[in-house]
């Protein structure tokens, strides 16, 4: 069984501060990990992902994410935040054995202040 | 745009209905994944489909059916709604079967049950 656990259902931070937003993950064989944005009103957009190639992967829009196997984690950066950055932010999981379910976690809403 | 398109964008039905939602999947992709969104369970796998043939299935109700035609589209069927169906429901599609295929949303069908 695969699960995820965002750290953190609200982050604010003030425009041109860095964004950290947590992930944890659970799975018993390698995994697939995902980021995806939701803006209100619309569908998820994917910002990265990672398949098991480098561990450090960067995505759309300035945004980056480090997998660390010991931590079983994999947290979302962005060194510097804009007020488009606002939106709910979903990490995911997928595993080889499992098709191509996405198990997301709860989502973190991000708020970034002038 | 994700080329991943969804019909209707809003339904609002009575308990005891039944609704039909559709989904048209991103030119190639061969595998259709249906997801609920709703505050309290947040993202759900519901099924998957890949190339005409049920794949995976999630927490899927017995009311819930789906399946996927000849020419790749895909439709859920939501049976003897009840008010907590109410919810975002999503279609994704990929290229492939299993692993890191990342999966295109569509914008989602909001569904009211009242």
């Known amino acids: 069984a695969q699960s995820v656990t965002q750290l953190g259902s609200h982050v604010s931070v003030s425009e041109g501060a860095l964004v950290l937003l947590r992930c944890n993950y659970s799975?018993?064989?390698?995994?697939?990990l995902f980021w995806y944005v939701q803006y209100p009103n619309q569908g998820l957009q994917l910002l990265l992902k990672?398949?098991?190639?480098?561990?450090l992967v960067k995505g759309i829009n300035g945004f980056e994410a480090e997998f660390k196997k010991s931590e079983t984690s994999f947290h979302l950066t962005k060194p510097s935040a804009h007020m488009s950055d606002a939106a709910e932010y979903f990490c995911?999981?997928?595993?080889?054995?499992?098709?191509?379910?996405?198990?997301f976690g709860q989502g973190t809403i991000l708020t970034v202040h002038p | 745009d994700s080329g991943v398109t969804q019909t209707p964008k809003h339904l609002i039905t009575a308990t005891g209905q039944r609704v039909t939602l559709r989904c048209s999947p991103r030119?190639?992709?061969?595998?259709v994944y249906w997801y609920q969104q709703s505050l309290d369970q947040g993202l759900q796998f519901l099924i998957q489909?890949?190339?005409?043939?049920?794949?995976a299935k999630g927490n899927i109700l017995e009311r819930f059916s789906a399946q996927q035609f000849p020419d790749l589209h895909s439709e859920l069927n939501l049976s003897s709604l009840e008010l907590g169906d109410s919810a975002l429901y999503f279609c994704?599609?990929?290229?492939?079967?299993?692993?890191?295929?990342?999966?295109?949303f569509g914008p989602g069908t909001r569904l009211t049950v009242t």
């Open positions: 030119s190639g992709d061969l595998s």
């Open positions: 990672y398949t098991s190639a480098a561990t």
């Open positions: 994704a599609s990929s290229t492939g079967l299993a692993g890191p295929y990342e999966q295109y």
């Open positions: 489909y890949y190339n005409g043939e049920e794949r």
């Open positions: 799975s018993s064989v390698p995994p697939y």
């Open positions: 995911a999981v997928s595993t080889g054995t499992s098709y191509g379910k996405l198990t």
